[in-house]
């Protein structure tokens, strides 16, 4: 610990010296992320609104071309799960940086026909985005007293206040809506699908479940245990509801393992054409064996673009600067998949203001020739990292067969063209 704060001192010394060329805020972001980089979990009116809690034990941040060495942290554990625990260092760096930031934002008139993010301005984590005839449902993780949130739009841009939509939790389920996360909605016939995670009362682990409604916005279950869930690996989050072009069904989920020290891996498993029962057995496709992913891969969303499967997902921990967003390529719906060497693909934006911190758990949208990507970041305020999770959206073009995303962006953007009867 001497050695390593003596050296620590040497590193203090030189940065100071790069101080004079550089901003305050990235200074101060740059010295203290030196000594560490890790996020906290953080609450809502005393209701814990982490979806996908996160055990980091090795992150790599870079700011202005500079790699910051890599830090072990202390990790706290909170309604059950695993976070890593807040240094002030980091906590006092991203809180300088973010409130210079917000500080010197104007609130900006936007001209017809362009949106500028965060498209909602609502506690939003882990959005998913289903369309419906002519209207867009966003659905989200527990906030606002709420266990899943729903909220539609008809632009993708001017969204309404989000509602409940499961208003009872079903009896396998403990009542406690702090635990719910991650909803995803699929439409089959004239009835819809939730697939979304919350706490088993008889195993205490996150497990997935599964209720139904005749509209998109309304859901119940009476379901006496969870669709899936495997307490042995940690429990089952953040389910991803997949339809190929065949018509098949697939769900696609990841064991909770870094809530006890294992290792996280991203599964696969066939459904039933009702999309009401699992077929076959589940299929490992990914694991977090990647420096950046740090100790947790989590927030599965499968896409097929030019007839090939990209399965995307994000990394690290979600509470921090870490947090990203990366892809895999697949070779069927099935695997085996590959990850990408560009990863990550979506990341924190520090080097410049306005930051943006911890952008991920990504939901993918075709409209009309366009894919967007759907995603939380940190709300950044005043005074520094914000408690809430707002939504964002950006393109993503193409390019080679590669996803390439368009953001984070904080400037005006041009509103997505929607097809007119689509």
């Given amino acids: 610990m001497?050695?390593?704060?003596?050296?620590?001192?040497?590193?203090?010394?030189r940065a100071a010296k790069l101080a004079r060329r550089l901003t305050l805020p990235v200074v101060a972001l740059l010295l203290a992320l030196l000594v560490s980089a890790c996020g906290d979990q953080t609450t809502t009116s005393g209701t814990t609104v982490s979806p996908t809690t996160a055990a980091a034990t090795v992150s790599g941040t870079t700011v202005v071309s500079t790699t910051v060495a890599a830090s072990t942290a202390a990790s706290t554990t909170v309604a059950g799960t695993t976070a890593p625990a807040t240094?002030?260092?980091?906590?006092?760096?991203?809180?300088?940086?973010?409130?210079?930031?917000?500080?010197?934002q104007p609130s900006p008139t936007l001209a017809p026909g362009y949106f500028q993010n965060p498209v909602l301005k609502e506690d939003f984590p882990d959005p998913y985005i289903l369309k419906v005839g002519n209207t867009f449902y966003a659905y989200a993780t527990n906030a606002g007293g709420k266990k899943i949130q729903v909220t539609s739009s008809t632009d993708l841009v001017h969204w309404k206040t989000p509602v409940e939509a499961l208003p009872v939790l079903p009896p396998w389920a403990t009542i406690n809506s702090g635990l719910v996360w991650a909803p995803e909605v699929t439409q089959i016939g004239d009835h819809f699908n939730l697939y979304f995670t919350a706490r088993d009362s008889t195993s205490d682990k996150q497990c997935v479940g599964l209720a139904t409604g005749?509209?998109?916005?309304?859901?119940?279950?009476?379901?006496?245990?969870?669709?899936?869930?495997h307490p042995q690996d940690g429990g089952d989050i953040d389910q991803d509801i997949f339809r190929d072009t065949?018509?098949?069904?697939?769900?696609?989920?990841?064991?909770?393992?870094?809530?006890?020290?294992?290792?996280?891996?991203?599964?696969?498993?066939?459904?039933?054409?009702?999309?009401?029962?699992?077929?076959?057995?589940?299929?490992?496709?990914?694991?977090?064996?990647?420096?950046?992913?740090?100790?947790?891969i989590e927030a599965p969303s499968m896409f097929k673009h030019d007839n090939n499967y990209y399965l995307f997902f994000s990394g690290n921990n979600y509470a921090g600067v870490e947090y990203a967003v990366g892809y895999a390529t697949c070779q069927t719906a099935l695997g085996p998949c590959q990850q990408a060497s560009e990863n990550p693909i979506l990341k924190s934006k520090l080097d410049k203001q306005p930051v943006v911190i911890g952008p991920g758990h990504q939901a993918l949208l075709q409209v009309g020739n366009q894919t967007w990507m759907f995603y939380h970041a940190w709300e950044v305020t005043s005074s520094g990292k914000g408690d809430r999770?707002?939504?964002?959206?950006?393109?993503v073009n193409w390019v080679n067969g590669?996803?390439?995303?368009?953001?984070?962006?904080?400037?005006?953007q041009p509103d997505p063209q929607i097809p007119t009867g689509s």
């Avoid at 990841?254 to 039933?272: P, S």
């Avoid at 590669?402 to 005006?412: A, E, F, L, N, R």
Wanted: hydrophobic share 35%.
């Fill in 87 to 104: 240094t002030a260092a980091t906590t006092a760096a991203v809180t300088t940086a973010a409130s210079t930031a917000a500080a010197a």
């Fill in 389 to 395: 999770r707002l939504m964002w959206m950006d393109k």
């Fill in 214 to 229: 005749t509209q998109p916005d309304n859901f119940s279950s009476n379901s006496a245990q969870p669709f899936v869930c």
């Fill in 402 to 412: 590669k996803p390439v995303v368009q953001g984070p962006t904080t400037s005006p």
């Fill in 2 to 13: 001497v050695a390593w704060h003596k050296q620590n001192t040497k590193t203090t010394v």
């Fill in 246 to 296: 065949d018509g098949k069904l697939y769900l696609y989920f990841k064991n909770d393992g870094n809530c006890c020290g294992l290792a996280t891996h991203i599964y696969v498993q066939e459904l039933t054409p009702d999309g009401l029962n699992l077929t076959g057995q589940p299929k490992e496709l990914l694991s977090n064996d990647a420096a950046w992913e740090g100790a947790v």
